[in-house]
């Protein structure tokens, strides 16, 4: 079973700063099934990027993902108010589990 | 428009038995896998397994193997999950989301809105 890892676990930041969030897998995997998702308080998890580095629909341009092997990165180039909440990696390859990452809170400094 | 509507909060006994659902519309249901997803109290994400209700291939964690059962009834574009005898570790978030049957491993791209079950004497 592939371990994800995120840091840091918590990312205190101001509107208007870039944000970099990391996530890193306990053996290397296929960016192609590397997914980060947003969730934000009392509300359900919203996919953001899939194939390790592809907006999904409706995911303004600020969020990008980059990485392959055993390291990958969700960057918010720019933070809006909206965009404070914890970010979740997830590998969802070819066998189950689809495990999650731990997440990273994005929080206001 | 996809919807995806799970049934509402229970509190429940240990013990006891439950049975939530998940309800598609605004897509073919039988073209995409739901999955359960736990969230503890102020935790992270668990996979816990999926569903493809066209011909009901299930596939769990090892982790809730044994644990939990998942069902469908796609006449009624309906997932399930269900447990026998619930314990307090039970309590949680569980959502459904949705992802594609398209050959190749996809993420969920559309979820629910979470039933909250909580189990306390």
């Known amino acids: 079973e592939i371990v994800l890892t995120q840091s840091p676990g918590t990312l205190s930041l101001s509107p208007g700063e870039r944000a970099t969030l990391s996530c890193r897998a306990s053996q290397s995997v296929s960016s192609s099934y590397l997914a980060w998702y947003q969730q934000k308080p009392g509300q359900a998890p919203r996919l953001l990027i899939y194939?390790?580095?592809s907006r999904a629909t409706g995911i303004p341009d600020r969020f990008s993902g980059s990485g392959s092997g055993t390291d990958f990165t969700l960057t918010i180039s720019r933070l809006e108010p909206e965009d404070f909440a914890v970010y979740f990696c997830?590998?969802?390859?070819?066998?189950?589990?689809?495990?999650f990452g731990p997440g990273t809170k994005v929080d206001i400094k | 428009e996809v919807q995806l509507v799970q049934s509402g909060a229970e509190v429940k006994k240990p013990g006891e038995s439950l049975k939530i659902s998940c309800k598609g519309s605004?897509?073919?249901?039988?073209?995409?896998?739901i999955g359960w997803v736990r969230q503890m109290p102020g935790k992270g994400l668990d996979w816990m397994g999926i569903?493809?209700?066209?011909?009901?291939?299930?596939r769990y964690s090892p982790s809730f193997q044994g644990q939990v059962t998942i069902s469908a009834d796609k006449s009624i574009s309906t997932a399930y999950l269900q447990w026998s005898s619930l314990k307090a570790s039970d309590t949680a978030i569980y959502y459904c989301a949705r992802h594609p049957d398209g050959g190749t491993p996809s993420p969920f791209d559309f979820w629910g809105q979470g039933t909250l079950v909580t189990v306390s004497s």
């Open positions: 569903i493809y209700p066209g011909d009901s291939d299930t």
């Open positions: 605004g897509y073919s249901f039988t073209n995409y896998w």
């Open positions: 997830q590998h969802y390859g070819p066998s189950p589990p689809k495990t």
């Open positions: 194939g390790a580095s």
